[in-house]
């Protein structure tokens, strides 16, 4: 009878359990978005109807698809990277508005292009707004719980452990590792050249995150480079893996993250092996009398004085070395390699440019002085930028009831600010806004369009990128560097193709056809 007893309450249990755990589901992936959206449909804010559980993913697939289709073989005129990688966006906005609703999985997305809200929301210094904690849940391998994706007082506290270090005077006191890496790409260059009978056919992409990695991995680890050039390689690889997702079904399924499929093997080995090298590096550097003051040092003390277990003290550590990679590699690489196609498809820019920096160098190396006095070339990554923004979605996530203009956008909304859409927009920018043209920035960012402060490839407000100094002397140096001691024009094995990587990047790279001046 007693076993009986326990049978029976053993399967009550389970049932009640399974009807919690239903009950969880069903207000995870379908009360709460159809109450968020309610909020907003109340408001006069629509949007695309989603599919149960995936929202409007498959969409966004497809799009994204069809602009990998229409890649083509010829020089680009025209750049609308905002049409050609999210035309998605560009038909809801026309159909719903500038405000409108759409849904990646479970997530609600706030769309919002209105330049006054725009603003509001990029200058917000509340810490009821701050990175979307999907952002996290997608890419915690590769970002953790670093600058990039913390919030509040998390956030606050790595953001004053890392910004000093990257002030202008800080970043002057760099150039000669920078002037060093380019001095490097310029040197293999000429070596293909030669080995090439005067003319070399050259896929640039490695070369410049080649120099990158050169910069940062000295930048951050000093004595220990060699190890940091390990690190990034494998970051390298994880982010490969990473952007496999992209808005992709399984992307959408959280279950999905957790399962032991082949791409998740890969990740979390790639992860651990990340892991265990940067604290081999720490451990080196707290064994030893370390006399370091790179970014890994200011990390070492940072967390050191935060009063943290050393399982956290391991994870800070690590999730911004992680951060530093990505914000200060991989951003800088991809704007040096659209930056010089652009210079490739336009000649007389590519001859302005070049004689600015012969003059103002004197056929010498640059240096933080010179660089400074480069116009020409400040508009030329201005407007490089400006049509390929490395980050092309700013996203926010509402933590508590918020108010922008005479929107009151509920907790657990996603915003999304599109950043390619805003930098292209012919009512900001004037009728040629697809087109490259650097002397709309002859006066400055403020005199390039009517509203200045929607231009942010950098971000804006208080969460601007904290690698912008370093990442705009790198180019300044690099492109001034090259443009001295060579020609280059597009090789015809060049295939124009935007696409979303976790950075805006060439599908297929960049090649050139350069020769030595």
């Given at each position: 009878?007693?076993?009986?007893?326990d049978?029976?309450?053993?399967?009550?249990?389970?049932?009640?359990g399974?009807?919690?755990?239903?009950?969880?589901?069903?207000n995870a992936?379908v009360a709460?978005p159809?109450r968020?959206?309610?909020?907003?449909?109340?408001?006069?804010?629509?949007?695309?109807?989603?599919?149960?559980l995936?929202?409007?993913?498959m969409?966004?697939?497809?799009?994204?698809?069809t602009?990998v289709?229409?890649?083509?073989g010829?020089?680009p005129?025209s750049?609308?990277?905002?049409a050609?990688l999210f035309?998605?966006?560009?038909?809801?906005r026309?159909q719903?508005g500038e405000?409108?609703?759409?849904?990646l999985?479970n997530?609600?997305i706030?769309?919002?292009?209105?330049p006054?809200?725009?603003r509001?929301?990029t200058?917000c210094?509340?810490f009821?707004?701050?990175?979307?904690?999907?952002q996290?849940?997608?890419?915690?391998?590769?970002?953790?719980?670093?600058?990039?994706?913390?919030n509040?007082?998390?956030w606050a506290h790595?953001?004053?452990?890392?910004?000093?270090?990257?002030?202008?005077?800080?970043?002057?006191?760099?150039?000669?590792?920078?002037?060093?890496?380019?001095i490097?790409?310029?040197?293999?260059?000429?070596?293909?050249?030669?080995?090439?009978?005067?003319t070399?056919d050259?896929?640039?992409?490695?070369y410049?995150?080649?120099f990158?990695?050169d910069?940062?991995?000295?930048?951050?680890?000093?004595?220990?480079?060699?190890?940091?050039?390990?690190?990034?390689?494998?970051l390298r690889?994880?982010?490969?893996?990473?952007?496999?997702?992209?808005?992709?079904i399984?992307?959408?399924?959280p279950a999905?993250?957790?399962?032991?499929?082949?791409?998740?093997?890969?990740?979390w080995?790639?992860?651990?092996?990340?892991?265990n090298?940067?604290?081999?590096?720490?451990?080196?550097?707290?064994?030893?009398?370390?006399?370091?003051?790179?970014?890994?040092?200011?990390v070492?003390?940072?967390?050191?004085?935060?009063n943290?277990?050393?399982?956290e003290?391991?994870?800070?550590?690590?999730d911004n070395?992680k951060?530093?990679?990505?914000?200060?590699?991989?951003?800088t690489?991809v704007?040096?390699?659209?930056?010089?196609m652009?210079?490739?498809?336009?000649?007389?820019?590519?001859e302005r440019?070049?004689a600015?920096?012969l003059?103002v160098c004197?056929?010498?190396?640059p240096?933080a002085?010179?660089?400074r006095k480069?116009k020409q070339l400040?508009?030329?990554?201005?407007?490089?930028?400006?049509?390929y923004p490395p980050?092309?979605i700013?996203?926010?996530?509402?933590?508590?009831?918020?108010?922008?203009?005479?929107?009151?956008v509920?907790?657990?909304?996603?915003?999304?600010?599109m950043?390619?859409?805003?930098?292209?927009?012919?009512?900001?920018?004037g009728?040629?806004?697809?087109?490259?043209n650097?002397?709309?920035f002859?006066?400055?960012?403020?005199g390039?369009?009517k509203?200045?402060?929607?231009?942010?490839?950098?971000g804006?407000g208080?969460?601007?990128?904290l690698?912008?100094?370093?990442?705009?002397v790198?180019?300044?140096?690099l492109?001034?560097?090259?443009?001295?001691?060579f020609a280059f024009?597009l090789s015809p094995?060049?295939?124009?193709?935007?696409?979303?990587?976790l950075?805006?990047?060439?599908?297929?790279?960049?090649?050139?056809?350069?020769r030595?001046l």
């Open positions: 009878m007693e076993l009986q007893f049978t029976k309450t053993c399967i009550s249990l389970a049932v009640l399974f009807i919690g755990l239903l009950q969880l589901l069903y992936l709460k159809r968020l959206r309610s909020l907003l449909s109340k408001q006069g804010i629509s949007g695309p109807p989603p599919s149960l995936l929202g409007n993913a969409e966004m697939k497809l799009g994204q698809s602009a289709k229409a890649h083509t010829e020089p005129v750049h609308n990277c905002a050609s035309g998605f966006f560009d038909k809801w026309k719903y405000l409108f609703t759409c849904s999985g997530s609600q706030l769309f919002v292009t209105q006054d809200i725009v509001e929301i200058t210094t509340s009821d707004l701050g990175k979307a904690s999907y996290h849940q997608v890419l915690g391998p590769l970002l953790g719980q670093g600058i990039l994706t913390s509040g007082a998390v790595q953001r004053k452990i890392l910004a000093p270090e990257l002030y202008m005077e800080k970043v002057k006191g760099m150039v000669n590792i920078i002037t060093e890496s380019a490097t790409v310029a040197d293999s260059w000429k070596s293909m050249i030669e080995t090439q009978g005067g070399a050259i896929k640039i992409d490695q410049m995150r080649s990158s990695g910069v940062i991995s000295k930048a951050c680890f000093s004595s220990n480079y060699s190890k940091g050039e390990e690190i990034f390689l494998k690889l994880l982010q490969e893996a990473m952007s496999k997702y992209g808005i992709s399984a992307g959408q399924l999905m993250r957790y399962l032991p499929t082949k791409g998740n093997r890969e990740k080995a790639l992860e651990k092996e990340i892991r090298l940067i604290l081999e590096v720490v451990k080196e550097r707290t064994t030893v009398d370390a006399n370091e003051k790179d970014l890994l040092q200011m070492l003390e940072g967390a050191r004085d935060s943290l277990s050393q399982e003290t391991d994870r800070f550590i690590v070395c951060n530093i990679y990505l914000a200060g590699f991989e951003t690489a704007s040096a390699t659209w930056c010089l652009l210079l490739a498809s336009n000649q007389e820019w590519q440019v070049r600015e920096a003059s004197g056929g010498g190396i240096n002085d010179t660089i480069m400040t508009m030329v990554i201005n407007e490089s930028l400006r049509l980050v092309t700013m996203s926010r996530e509402v933590f508590n009831d918020m108010k922008f203009g005479d929107i009151t509920p907790k657990g909304v996603n915003i999304w600010t950043v390619c859409t805003l930098h292209t927009d012919p009512d900001i920018w009728p040629d806004a697809f087109k490259f650097p002397d709309r002859e006066n400055g960012i403020t390039a369009c509203l200045p402060h929607l231009y942010m490839p950098f804006v208080p969460r601007v990128c690698g912008q100094n370093l990442a705009t790198e180019l300044k140096i492109l001034s560097l090259i443009l001295s001691n024009s094995k060049y295939t124009h193709g935007p696409v979303l990587r950075v805006l990047e060439p599908e297929h790279g960049v090649d050139l056809l350069v030595k």
